[in-house]
């Protein structure tokens, strides 16, 4: 199985702080992608970041994978509150055109 | 422009009932997934379609489940009868192709919640 895992299942901080979530996967993969899920609704895609680059950035986010040790991490800076949320990370590769996600990270940020 | 459509947005059944979802994807979008999440869990893929063609449906409890997607647009999933343990979110998504390195961002409906009881 692709399935990726995220690590840790929840995350409580305070606004203005960072917020750091890793996904780790089990087998080669082409990409892998960030989405967050508010309570209640469908999941928003966040950022994809192929399995050539190491890192990347999209406003307050930042992503970096690490094939090696076939792990990604998603960097949260100066949270808000409206950034609590589930976060999800989604690999495919392998062979499969199946895109897998993981249980996710719960994270709740304090106003 | 126009997310991803799903419809009903909640359902109560009884077990042993039957029941039907319908998703309407991203227009021009050619690959449609029905993903299942049941709380405090990530999303299960169902089954995949390219077109009106099944790619994956190796998930899908098809003693039970069923869905389709006749003329490669909109699709629906069957659910008869219904277990219990069927409640969970369904959600349906759409992305423009299966393939390619570059992958596709998958575009998210907001869910149809199914509490079977």
């Known amino acids: 199985s692709q399935q990726g895992e995220e690590d840790p299942q929840a995350l409580s901080i305070q606004e203005g702080e960072n917020a750091t979530m890793n996904c780790s996967y089990k087998t080669s993969i082409n990409n892998l992608q960030w989405y967050r899920q508010n309570s209640g609704r469908g999941l928003v895609h966040l950022i994809l970041?192929?399995?050539?680059?190491r890192e990347k950035h999209s406003g307050r986010l930042r992503v970096t994978l690490d094939t090696s040790k076939k792990s990604s991490s998603l960097l949260i800076t100066a949270s808000r509150a409206a950034d609590t949320a589930s976060y999800f990370c989604?690999?495919?590769?392998?062979?499969?055109?199946?895109?897998?996600f993981g249980r996710g990270t719960s994270l709740i940020v304090h106003p | 422009e126009a997310g991803v459509a799903q419809s009903p947005r909640y359902k109560i059944i009884e077990k042993r009932q039957s029941v039907a979802f319908w998703c309407n994807p991203i227009s021009g979008h050619a690959t449609l997934y029905w993903y299942q999440q049941i709380l405090g869990q990530g999303p299960k893929l169902l089954i995949q379609?390219?077109?009106?063609?099944?790619?994956?449906d190796s998930q899908l409890p098809k003693d039970r489940f069923s869905a389709e997607r006749l003329k490669g647009v909109d699709s629906t999933l069957k659910i008869q009868p219904a277990k219990l343990e069927d409640s969970a979110v369904y959600l349906c998504?759409?992305?423009?192709?299966?393939?390619?390195?570059?992958?596709?961002?998958?575009?998210f409906g907001e869910g149809s919640w199914l509490t079977v009881v």
């Open positions: 379609f390219q077109n009106n063609g099944v790619v994956d």
């Open positions: 970041i192929r399995s050539n680059e």
């Open positions: 989604a690999t495919k590769g392998g062979g499969s055109y199946i895109p897998t």
């Open positions: 998504a759409s992305s423009l192709a299966v393939t390619g390195f570059s992958g596709n961002t998958i575009y």
